[in-house]
């Protein structure tokens, strides 16, 4: 079977992506290639106190239905993984697994009809996601250890609440903080255990990571820093873990965050370029004709920071996909984003904007309000702001992200940038 476009993907990028195209080429035919059976969702909705507290219905984190596909005449085959690409024939394989998801296996069945399960391009687009990592520790396999990355991750988890006594979350990044606000707000004892000396080290800064860990101990939560897990303990179901310093810490849930990572390994035949990501250009084009890549597995050269990025980022990925979308259908428009991060809980507010990476040549000035209500960072690249970290500081986030787009001069005002009554809209151009 053949398409004029065929996305690898599901997931916000590669349904944008698909929307765009149809805007441009609305006879073009398209099919999308799912990992998973569920049709869009929203994934940064699956961390979210109300979702888990059902104050918002589970229908909600739908954001298409199989009749939108249907009615836009995109082919969504739901439950295939891709194994291999061949750019000389423009072909993709997928497995042989079968497709479950009801409401697209008419589709499915007649594509493939038994015959092998290849699929013919003409313009491909690879936007893979991430997957979360492995967790190496002995142990890790029992019942009641999970990852959230996935609706189904999200249902098992909730279920396994129903029974929880004691949760232990991995790892001190977004998902791990807000899923201990989550567990406790179910009442849970909850201990955190994080590797480095602070939240999100070398990202923010030890007053960013103090204020969290403060934040979290006030809700209830125990924070244990500089700690690891040597083992699970139990028999088929987690009961204990112990730490590398012989610490025993009950528990009959555990909650992993300790990062994603882009599969690849599939292509690595197929003279793609990647690195940590799927290497493209401000177009988001990737070295092989016809092929293009958007969300968390790109690794594209950012036109506002003028250097290879990789986000994983919600907002990030639904833009890619729309910007990768025109192209493939016959634009050429570079994509261009001030990308954000932003969670709450326990009764703070993390923020992180634009490059927030910690780099030699990078200055960091530090804008305070009395008494630390707030702590925001300001990092510093060749004289422009590239990137800011808050702590309680949303109210100046938007005026940040302007300056960083508008590669605003910022060199010498280090001492009124350090100000928190300096107003940096004084600083925009004037219009």
Not at 15 to 20: G, K, V, Y
Not at 49 to 60: A, R, T, V
Not at 136 to 154: E, M, N, Q, W
Not at 269 to 292: F, K
Request: charged share 25%.
């Amino acid at each position: 079977m053949n398409f004029k476009y065929l996305i690898i993907g599901g997931g916000v990028a590669g349904t944008s992506a698909a929307e765009s195209i149809k805007t441009t080429d609305p006879a073009g035919s398209i099919a999308i290639v799912n990992d998973e059976n569920y049709v869009l969702y929203s994934k940064v909705m699956l961390s979210k106190p109300n979702y888990f507290l059902d104050k918002i219905g589970s229908e909600k984190a739908f954001l298409k239905t199989p009749e939108w596909y249907q009615q836009q005449g995109i082919v969504f085959l739901g439950g295939k993984v891709a194994t291999a690409l061949d750019p000389k024939t423009k072909t993709i394989t997928l497995n042989d697994g079968p497709i479950r998801n009801e409401a697209t296996d008419s589709q499915a069945n007649q594509i493939f009809n038994g015959a092998s399960q290849q699929i013919q391009y003409e313009k491909l687009l690879l936007a893979l996601g991430s997957t979360p990592r492995k967790w190496p520790v002995k142990g890790a396999d029992k019942a009641g250890v999970f990852s959230l990355r996935t609706i189904d991750d999200y249902k098992e988890i909730k279920e396994g609440l129903k029974t929880t006594k004691s949760a232990v979350i991995v790892g001190g990044g977004f998902i791990g903080f807000e899923m201990c606000d989550i567990l406790r707000t179910f009442g849970l004892p909850v201990t955190m255990i994080i590797r480095e000396p602070h939240f999100w080290d070398p990202i923010l800064d030890p007053i960013s990571g103090r204020m969290v860990t403060e934040a979290i101990d006030k809700g209830g939560a125990k924070v244990m820093l500089n700690s690891e897990v040597d083992e699970v303990l139990g028999t088929e179901k987690v009961e204990n873990v112990k730490l590398k310093d012989g610490t025993t810490i009950p528990c009959d849930l555990i909650i992993i965050g300790i990062g994603n990572f882009c599969q690849m390994d599939w292509l690595k035949n197929s003279g793609l370029e990647v690195n940590r990501g799927i290497l493209a250009n401000e177009y988001l084009e990737t070295n092989l004709p016809d092929v293009w890549t958007a969300g968390d597995s790109s690794e594209y050269s950012d036109v506002i920071l003028e250097e290879k990025v990789q986000l994983g980022n919600w907002v990030n990925a639904q833009v890619q996909g729309k910007t990768a979308g025109l192209n493939m259908a016959g634009k050429k428009i570079p994509f261009k984003l001030v990308s954000s991060y932003n969670t709450s809980g326990f009764g703070i507010n993390i923020a992180f904007v634009g490059d927030v990476g910690i780099k030699p040549d990078r200055i960091i000035v530090e804008r305070d309000e009395p008494i630390e209500k707030s702590h925001v960072r300001l990092l510093i690249q060749y004289g422009e702001l590239v990137g800011a970290t808050a702590i309680n500081g949303m109210d100046e986030l938007t005026t940040i992200s302007k300056l960083i787009e508008k590669d605003t001069k910022v060199i010498g005002l280090e001492p009124d940038l350090a100000n928190p009554n300096f107003d940096l809209k004084t600083l925009l151009p004037k219009t």
